[in-house]
């Protein structure tokens, strides 16, 4: 992918958080952009003048011909079409998407010789630890009480580009850990801000992965300029804690921080509460079993690979991604 001016790249997913800014990347770096949307809203946290120089086409990954005319003259795919929830009532269609669609996206990939190809994983289909493990990308897959239904239909989604590449597509896998960023704060990971800034009381000391999304954004357009082909990496800054993240946000607001320890005990009291209200009010919950599983987790994920595999990429510390989101979520605030 080195031809910028005549290289169009359709990009899946590109009204979503980390699809926006892939599409932000491919265009600053003078690439044709064209993407699938379901609908005719637009990423309100990119600029506009930004999103007119995208080709958008109406379609969804689980409409096979929407996906054949997308692709049709694509000189490569970014795979960034998921549905992410932690309510067993979406488990239904966040499988169909994330298993089916991303089945679909594979074969017209293959069907239209697409000479590049990257899927946007998750380090959640690598797999969790309650203790604290270091995991890699040649970790295996095992059932475990720690993995939600999100993870499991990103793994059975990875099998899927991982038979699509047994069958000669050149596609490389990117797993992202928690994207931090400024977009829609009522989505996505972006609810994290909202909590904080709404002074959220409780924490917990499980240990996960973050990554600034715009970091996320720069590896995959750098891995979809290399010929790099059947290999998985991990985009991870840091492994914090829970209540180390939600301090530096609350930092960032000058909102109170969190004060409340979210013991096994009570965070299973809050998710069933929380269950309760949502069945009474109709309105979807955050916080569920599998949200608060996560939360209680300690797993750390190791990035060595992708900075081995680009040399001069560089993280940016999350402190400093947190400072930069919570200005933007302030600044949006008084519009």
Same mark, same amino acid.
């Given at each position: 992918?080195?031809?910028?001016?005549?290289?169009?790249?359709?990009?899946?997913?590109?009204?979503?958080?980390?699809?926006?800014?892939?599409?932000?990347?491919?265009?600053?770096?003078?690439?044709?952009?064209?993407?699938?949307?379901?609908?005719?809203?637009? &990423?309100?946290?990119?600029?506009?003048?930004?999103?007119?120089?995208?080709?958008?086409?109406?379609?969804?990954?689980?409409?096979?011909?929407?996906?054949? +005319?997308?692709?049709?003259?694509?000189?490569?795919?970014?795979?960034?079409?998921?549905?992410?929830?932690?309510?067993?009532?979406?488990?239904?269609?966040?499988?169909?998407?994330?298993?089916? $669609?991303?089945?679909?996206?594979?074969?017209?990939?293959? +069907?239209?010789?697409?000479?590049?190809?990257?899927?946007?994983?998750?380090?959640?289909?690598?797999?969790?630890?309650?203790?604290?493990?270091?995991?890699?990308?040649?970790?295996?897959?095992?059932?475990?009480?720690?993995?939600?239904?999100?993870?499991?239909?990103?793994?059975?989604?990875?099998?899927?580009?991982?038979? $699509?590449?047994?069958? %000669?597509?050149?596609?490389?896998?990117?797993? &992202?850990?928690?994207?931090? %960023?400024?977009?829609?704060?009522?989505?996505?990971?972006?609810?994290?801000?909202?909590?904080?800034?709404?002074?959220? &009381?409780?924490?917990?000391?499980?240990?996960?992965?973050?990554?600034?999304?715009?970091?996320?954004?720069?590896?995959?357009?750098?891995?979809?300029?290399?010929?790099?082909?059947?290999?998985?990496?991990?985009?991870?800054?840091?492994?914090?804690?829970?209540?180390?993240?939600?301090?530096?946000?609350?930092?960032?607001? $000058?909102?109170?921080?969190?004060?409340?320890?979210?013991?096994?005990?009570?965070?299973?009291?809050?998710?069933?509460?929380?269950?309760?209200?949502?069945?009474?009010?109709?309105?979807?919950?955050?916080?569920?079993? +599998?949200?608060?599983?996560?939360?209680?987790?300690?797993?750390?994920?190791?990035?060595?690979?992708?900075?081995?595999?680009? &040399?001069?990429?560089?993280?940016?510390?999350?402190?400093?991604?947190?400072?930069?989101?919570?200005?933007?979520?302030?600044?949006?605030?008084?519009?």
């Amino acid at each position: 992918m080195n031809n910028k001016t005549n290289g169009k790249i359709l990009v899946t997913g590109g009204t979503g958080f980390l699809g926006a800014y892939i599409i932000r990347e491919l265009v600053a770096k003078g690439y044709s952009v064209r993407a699938i949307r379901r609908n005719n809203s637009l &990423p309100s946290f990119i600029s506009p003048d930004i999103l007119e120089k995208v080709e958008w086409l109406s379609g969804d990954i689980l409409d096979v011909t929407s996906l054949e +005319e997308a692709m049709e003259d694509s000189d490569a795919v970014i795979h960034a079409a998921a549905r992410l929830s932690f309510a067993s009532r979406d488990r239904r269609e966040m499988f169909s998407t994330n298993i089916n $669609g991303t089945a679909n996206v594979v074969n017209i990939a293959l +069907e239209k010789n697409i000479a590049r190809f990257i899927y946007v994983s998750s380090v959640a289909a690598l797999g969790r630890t309650g203790n604290g493990e270091l995991v890699t990308e040649e970790r295996k897959w095992s059932d475990s009480k720690w993995n939600t239904n999100y993870a499991i239909s990103k793994y059975h989604g990875e099998v899927e580009v991982w038979r $699509g590449i047994g069958e %000669g597509l050149p596609a490389a896998i990117v797993n &992202p850990s928690t994207l931090l %960023g400024y977009g829609d704060w009522d989505h996505s990971s972006c609810t994290l801000f909202r909590n904080a800034f709404r002074e959220f &009381p409780w924490y917990t000391e499980g240990v996960n992965g973050f990554v600034d999304v715009t970091d996320a954004a720069r590896a995959i357009v750098c891995l979809l300029e290399s010929d790099v082909t059947g290999e998985r990496y991990i985009l991870n800054g840091d492994n914090w804690t829970f209540r180390h993240l939600f301090e530096e946000m609350a930092d960032g607001f $000058g909102k109170r921080r969190p004060s409340r320890e979210a013991t096994p005990f009570l965070a299973g009291a809050a998710w069933r509460m929380a269950r309760l209200k949502s069945f009474l009010t109709g309105l979807p919950s955050i916080l569920t079993r +599998e949200s608060a599983k996560v939360a209680g987790s300690k797993t750390f994920f190791d990035n060595n690979k992708i900075l081995q595999q680009l &040399p001069g990429f560089r993280f940016t510390p999350l402190d400093e991604t947190i400072k930069t989101a919570c200005n933007a979520y302030q600044t949006m605030l008084k519009i």
